[in-house]
């Protein structure tokens, strides 16, 4: 079912963890965890363990960086088969909130990255039509989607000589969101002319023509955008609906009636409270949003009626990207991998409280239904319901990681026999040289070379800080962190790796997997301020970045060892005391990583 393709051959622990993983998956076990090293080949494993379990597979990665990497290294070993990346299409998103100390309504603000929405679309209608399907996400796949029954079921299904006449095509095209153009065909639209359809679904890889002859199709082929000559004739389609969140008439009046009575009870409750402002609030918004569902079909803020558009009951969990990968009797039928799982398992534990709180203060004041509560995403243990078998990876596993997993895999020798890199300590300020941390820097960055650098800072405003001050000494350098855009980091990361500067400064983002083997020196500013970002976990990961270069080197700025320095540091040398003895007894000698550089994501070409 999957091809994996690669020139290399598993080496150092990695034959040794394919196949005691995929021992402790055919023993049906649930968890299993990879504690690989970085640069160990942790991905490549999987890739490994994908080809040999041959179902459908879930990443899940910790942000949208990794997702990207991730994305692209997957493409590159499955291309003959379906990768698709699905992560929050906002490249700015401020949600609706309640602030009672001030009386300050915020509403909601977004801006949606209509490339990435594209591959949303691109990653369910894929799932619902092909078993061979990767998909690399962000934890925003635990987040609520629509109901895929609706999705598939509303779909346009096409083939040649089915009976249909040029109007209920039309129609019901538009039943499904698509909106009709004759200007330039973008994402989710269509155009007519004659007995001739040329559509561009939500997905926007390809344009269909579709040709009828009065009542019939006589013929379905994919176009050319710039041309419009055929480039592959097909005997059936399918068109799946431009939104995810997707109803019928008959659901959305059921819906409103449902939806009035929720509200008559609440403005009730409301006014028998002496809640006057709120009854009032709650029922001007609530009869606006009722009466653009009545006659468009879409409200803003549609999605916090999706209990009652769904049908489904107070409290049940919602629909998310789970419910989209494929079943065996009442059983998820489909493997997940959870990289960098010490920081993703925490993100999926945490995502359903903090929604909930900002919700429960817009219910208590009138703004929204008490029904807007089951717009979430799903608590945790309704994830673990949601998924089959799944692989853990990281350098660094978590307390529930550890717990779980029947079978722990340490994966410790590289397949290049790179040993961790040298770790020194400097202080944050030499005072015998009379030098900070950061003119030491500078000295470091003249002796680059054609090597490169990263520095961690505790603050985005230090790293935007730092970048600003070394452009000034004539350093080329670049900043990113959690405000930069989705797609401009990956381009970002893709730049670097080119040459087009030498010094990467940043937060978190910077930490874990990033596979930047050009990355000889990695700098920690302020490692002894204890805390989150100078954790045991968080320091093995920043030494980490090194780890994949043969030049590859530490500097941890610091006054004092903290208790989480010394941890990090021994298990660092722990480690590179078996990979030097290793490497000693098997008479081999480290090597340099050689990777292409490819765009993370390549938007003309996905």
Not at 582 to 605: C, M
Request: hydrophobic share 35%.
């Amino acid at each position: 079912m999957f091809k994996l393709v690669s020139k290399f051959n598993p080496a150092g622990d990695q034959p040794k963890a394919i196949q005691e993983i995929d021992k402790s998956l055919g023993n049906n076990n649930r968890f299993q965890t990879l504690l690989g090293v970085t640069g160990s080949g942790k991905t490549f494993v999987a890739s490994n363990i994908i080809t040999d379990f041959k179902k459908p597979t879930l990443v899940i990665a910790p942000n949208k960086v990794l997702a990207a990497q991730l994305y692209r290294e997957y493409k590159s070993f499955f291309p003959e088969n379906r990768v698709c990346y699905f992560v929050s299409y906002y490249d700015y998103y401020q949600p609706e909130a309640y602030i009672p100390s001030s009386d300050t309504y915020i509403g909601k603000e977004s801006m949606i990255n209509e490339e990435i929405d594209r591959m949303r679309h691109s990653t369910t209608s894929s799932l619902l039509s092909r078993n061979d399907t990767i998909v690399v996400a962000s934890v925003s796949c635990i987040y609520n989607l629509g109901l895929p029954s609706n999705y598939f079921e509303s779909a346009v299904y096409l083939s040649i000589g089915d009976l249909i006449k040029r109007d209920e095509l039309i129609s019901q095209l538009v039943r499904i969101n698509f909106e009709r153009t004759k200007g330039d065909l973008i994402r989710g639209t269509f155009r007519v002319r004659g007995d001739l359809f040329e559509i561009r679904p939500a997905s926007g890889e390809i344009i269909y023509r579709v040709e009828l002859d009065k009542t019939n199709i006589i013929s379905i082929s994919i176009i050319d955008e710039n041309t419009r000559s055929i480039k592959e004739r097909l005997k059936k389609t399918v068109i799946f609906p431009s939104k995810h969140f997707i109803s019928t008439k008959p659901e959305r009046e059921r819906a409103i009636d449902d939806i009035k009575k929720e509200l008559k009870e609440r403005v009730s409750s409301f006014k028998k409270e002496g809640k006057w402002l709120e009854a009032e609030r709650l029922q001007r918004r609530t009869e606006n949003d009722m009466a653009l569902l009545e006659t468009l079909g879409y409200c803003h803020g549609i999605e916090n009626y999706s209990r009652h558009l769904t049908g489904k009951l107070p409290g049940e969990p919602p629909d998310s990207l789970l419910s989209y990968f494929p079943q065996k009797g009442d059983e998820p039928d489909f493997l997940t991998i959870i990289d960098e799982s010490h920081i993703t398992i925490p993100q999926i534990r945490g995502m359903y409280e903090g929604d909930k709180s900002r919700k429960e203060i817009l219910i208590e004041y009138g703004f929204r239904l008490p029904s807007a509560l089951d717009n979430r995403p799903l608590k945790f243990d309704e994830f673990l319901e949601r998924v089959g078998p799944i692989l853990f990876l990281s350098a660094t596993p978590g307390k529930f990681e550890m717990e779980k997993s029947a079978k722990i895999i340490e994966q410790i020798i590289r397949p290049t026999f790179l040993v961790d890199p040298e770790i020194e300590i400097r202080p944050v300020f030499d005072k015998e040289r009379n030098k900070s941390q950061i003119d030491d820097l500078m000295e470091e960055a003249k002796l680059l070379g054609e090597g490169k650098m990263i520095i961690n800072t505790l603050t985005k405003r230090t790293a935007e800080e730092l970048d600003q001050f070394l452009k000034e000494k004539g350093f080329k350098s670049n900043f990113m962190h959690s405000d930069t855009k989705t797609l401009k980091r990956a381009e970002m990361l893709t730049d670097f790796r080119r040459g087009e500067f030498n010094i990467l400064i940043g937060v978190n983002l910077l930490r874990e997997g990033l596979d930047l083997p050009e990355v000889s020196m990695v700098a920690i500013l302020d490692a002894d301020r204890e805390g989150f970002l100078r954790s045991r976990t968080s320091l093995i990961q920043l030494m980490g970045r090194a780890a994949r270069n043969l030049k590859g080197k530490v500097i941890i700025y610091a006054d004092r060892i903290t208790g989480s320095m010394k941890a990090g540091m021994d298990e660092a040398q722990r480690r590179r005391f078996i990979q030097e003895e290793y490497n000693r007894k098997n008479g081999v000698k480290p090597k340099g990583i050689k990777k292409e550089i490819l765009n993370l994501i390549d938007i003309e070409n996905e």
